[in-house]
């Protein structure tokens, strides 16, 4: 049973910075596909930031700039490393590998 464990959502200000971790078991982001998505209330849930078999990353237009998405080199941890964050970043955020596979999301909540 693959799990994913996202952690490091919390409250900040507009401008200020956060970083997401997702702990997979299995080796699981070393197997395909890997990327961070996102809901806020009322919206469906969107593509963040994603890397793919070729370890190339791809950043939702929003976020272009601001964030940025890694993995350790064991490959057992995924990262997302959000700058100048902004109150529309607000959402619940999660972590996918290899399509089927979500964590169980972790909140972000940017204020001014």
């Known amino acids: 049973q693959v799990q994913l464990v996202e952690s490091g959502g919390d409250s900040a200000q507009t401008g200020g910075s956060l970083k997401l971790s997702c702990v997979a078991s299995d080796n699981v982001f070393g197997r395909c596909g890997v990327g961070w998505y996102r809901q806020a209330p009322g919206k469906e849930r969107e593509m963040v930031a994603t890397?793919?078999?070729?370890?190339?990353?791809n950043y939702a237009d929003s976020v272009k700039g601001r964030f940025t998405i890694s993995l350790d080199n064991a490959k057992t941890t995924l990262y997302l490393q959000m700058n100048s964050l902004k109150t529309e970043d607000t959402a619940v955020y999660y972590c996918?590998?290899?399509?089927?596979?979500w964590g169980q999301g972790t909140q972000v909540t940017v204020s001014s």
């Open positions: 890397i793919n078999n070729y370890d190339l990353p």
């Open positions: 996918r590998a290899c399509i089927k596979y």
